[in-house]
């Protein structure tokens, strides 16, 4: 008798498929003779198969937390400059501030002195004049220019489609470690059910021997 997949036919959202529970193993491999080596290479390439998407999806994970502090830091500078532009005059990471707010609306034409990053510790000063266009990296070497709106709309979908990818990635690596350690515990109990019917059958194979024996 054939024994049963390895996989079920149950997934999560993402179409990782869930490893079953071996709860009998004598039934799962199909009788007390059934050979074991086959399903115990099926585990190990299903081991194998999960460690490869855990693997894959914790650096995903870490890039994806990389990702996201900088795009909201470039959120907030775009929506900066937009505030900027509507004469509130308002300072990144502070609020409520009516003196500042004061002096921007005095004079809103006076250039903005600021840093920017050109290496992991190499900075830049530059003045900023007023401006109504923005450039964003778009990756692979890639910049394009967009209207401040359309700036802040892009980086906001962008910055909520990378926290509903982080979420799923962190469910996704949650669920792949539940069925690693399924698959572990299976792997066990096929092996040590192996081990206890080649030890009762070598008992039984003594006793047989002891008996004709005796009766000689």
Known sequence: MATKPVFSDEKNPRGIPKAPFIADVEEYLGGPDAEVEAPLKNFQDALAKYRYMDSNLAQRRRSLEEKIPDIKKT?????????????????????????????????????????????????????????????????????????????????????????TSLNNTIEDLEFLREQLTIMEVNTARVYNWDVKRRRERRQREEALNVGKSKDR
């Open 75 to 163: 959120l907030d500078m775009v929506e900066y400059l937009q505030e900027r532009r509507e004469g509130k005059g308002k300072t990144p990471g502070e609020d409520g501030e009516d003196d500042l707010d004061d002096l921007e609306d005095e004079s809103p034409q006076k250039p903005m002195t600021t840093t920017f990053e050109l290496n992991d510790t190499l900075f830049a000063e530059a003045e900023l004049e007023e401006t109504d266009t923005v450039f964003l990296w778009l990756g692979a070497n890639v910049m394009l220019s967009y209207k401040i709106p359309e700036a802040i709309t892009l980086l906001k979908s962008k910055l909520d489609g990378a926290q």
